[in-house]
């Protein structure tokens, strides 16, 4: 099955060297995964005797106590959806740093290239021209917000003659 998948996969003298050098039941690679099953095997062997009591005394005890067993078990589950949670955070994390510095780049890119289009002197005079526009924009907004603070001030003042003033004890 492995050898029809890489054949429809992959150009015929690299399904031939794989064959040869990974597959093959003499390739290095298959003679070291059988030592290591053979010694993963001892190890079970020789593990299992310790371990099949202390397995039997921990099943015991969780059929002893079947309430313990449920919070151990919803704390398991919460445990692990919270370790899901936090790699899904990592996760979008990742992806808007890598967008966010993209998106600088390629900002950076095109103010290289308009300056690279325009010149120094003819860019430094559209700068120029952006910012003052910007300023004036800011400025309108400052005395828009000035005007409305200075509208609520009046109100509040208003509201407040007839009683008591915000921040003062009726006497």
Same mark, same amino acid.
């Given at each position: 099955?492995?050898?029809?998948?890489?054949?429809?996969?992959?150009?015929?003298?690299?399904?031939?060297?794989?064959?040869?050098?990974?597959?093959?039941?003499?390739?290095?690679?298959?003679?070291?995964?059988?030592? #290591?099953? @053979?010694? +993963?095997?001892? =190890?079970?062997?020789?593990?299992?005797? &310790? %371990?099949?009591?202390?397995?039997? *005394? !921990?099943?015991?005890?969780?059929?002893?106590?079947?309430?313990? #067993?449920? @919070?151990? +078990?919803?704390? =398991?589950?919460?445990?692990?959806?919270? &370790? %899901?949670?936090?790699?899904?955070? *990592? !996760?979008?994390?990742?992806?808007?740093?890598?967008?966010?510095? #993209?998106?600088?780049? +390629?900002?950076?890119?095109?103010?290289?290239?308009?300056?690279?289009?325009?010149?120094?002197?003819?860019?430094?005079?559209?700068?120029?021209?952006?910012?003052?526009?910007?300023?004036?924009?800011? +400025?309108?907004?400052?005395?828009?917000?000035?005007?409305?603070?200075?509208?609520?001030?009046?109100?509040?003042?208003?509201?407040?003659?007839?009683?008591?003033?915000?921040?003062?004890?009726?006497?």
């Amino acid at each position: 099955m492995a050898t029809s998948l890489l054949s429809a996969l992959l150009p015929p003298d690299l399904v031939d060297s794989i064959n040869k050098h990974v597959l093959h039941p003499r390739a290095p690679i298959q003679i070291l995964l059988r030592h #290591v099953l @053979v010694q +993963a095997q001892n =190890l079970l062997d020789t593990a299992a005797p &310790i %371990i099949e009591p202390l397995f039997d *005394r !921990l099943m015991t005890a969780m059929a002893e106590n079947q309430g313990l #067993v449920g @919070v151990i +078990a919803s704390l =398991l589950v919460l445990a692990t959806f919270l &370790i %899901i949670l936090n790699w899904i955070r *990592r !996760l979008l994390m990742w992806w808007t740093r890598l967008a966010m510095r #993209v998106a600088t780049w +390629a900002i950076l890119f095109a103010i290289a290239a308009w300056v690279w289009e325009r010149g120094v002197f003819e860019s430094a005079k559209d700068m120029a021209i952006a910012g003052g526009k910007v300023a004036g924009y800011l +400025a309108v907004i400052k005395d828009v917000w000035l005007e409305e603070y200075n509208k609520y001030e009046a109100q509040q003042g208003m509201a407040g003659s007839g009683g008591t003033k915000s921040g003062a004890r009726a006497r």
